[in-house]
């Protein structure tokens, strides 16, 4: 089985309707990461998270929000989604230990806002 | 803070040909890098990573990159290309002090001809 799984894998949505993102890890990390791929512009990133009780803006957070329910899920959520949101999303895991830099992807959620 | 540069959005070869991708890098601290593979409909994964011990880094599938100081560079090479390699490609750089944040490069898109 996967480390790092999402769901969906793939969603379509209209706008201004509220969809979640959902990421779970079995790797035991303490650090997950949601990013955004679009086409020409690499990843950016979202938010992250240490732990439970410390999360953080990234980059581009206007128009997301997250939770972080339990040390091996995280969630990202769209309150009103928009076109411009359309991208490919991915959650990554990374550890608090000698190996902290390297970070861990899922598979990716394709998402289409219309 | 930290960037990355990959040259050239799209890069062609033979099958059996020197792969060469090409990642500057900058930083104002000493950095760690990395490169990630993302194959068709699939997440990133990790080929390789310096981490400040020897300048030339072996990775997974054949590849290596050769981190030079005097030049920012990281290129990511391998002496024979296979029609596997056919993924897009991306450099990534975080910094060896606090929270490892990772700056993503736009991507190059490897294609491999028979």
């Known amino acids: 089985d996967a480390d790092v799984t999402q769901t969906p894998r793939n969603r379509i949505t209209k706008t201004g309707k509220r969809i979640m993102l959902e990421c779970s890890q079995t790797k035991g990390h303490d650090r997950m990461y949601w990013y955004r791929q679009d086409p020409g512009l690499g990843l950016r990133l979202i938010y992250y998270s240490f732990d439970v009780k410390d999360i953080n803006k990234g980059e581009i957070s206007d128009g997301y929000s997250v939770s972080r329910q339990a040390q091996a899920k995280f969630s990202l959520s769209l309150e009103s989604a928009i076109p411009n949101q359309t991208a490919l999303y991915f959650c990554?895991?990374?550890?608090?230990?000698?190996?902290?830099?390297?970070?861990?992807f899922g598979p990716g959620t394709r998402l289409l806002v219309l | 803070a930290q960037s990355v540069t990959q040259l050239g959005s799209h890069v062609s070869v033979s099958e059996g040909a020197l792969v060469l991708l090409r990642c500057n890098y900058s930083s104002s601290v000493p950095p760690y890098l990395f490169w990630y593979v993302q194959y068709p409909n699939q997440g990133l994964q990790l080929l390789l990573k310096y981490t400040s011990a020897a300048t030339l880094v072996k990775g997974i599938n054949g590849f290596e990159a050769e981190f030079k100081k005097s030049e920012t560079s990281f290129h990511l090479t391998k002496p024979s290309a296979h029609m596997s390699d056919a993924a897009e490609y991306f450099c990534a750089v975080s910094t060896n002090t606090g929270f490892q944040k990772l700056v993503f490069g736009t991507g190059t898109r490897l294609l491999v001809s028979p």
């Open positions: 990554a895991t990374s550890d608090r230990g000698p190996t902290q830099e390297t970070q861990y």
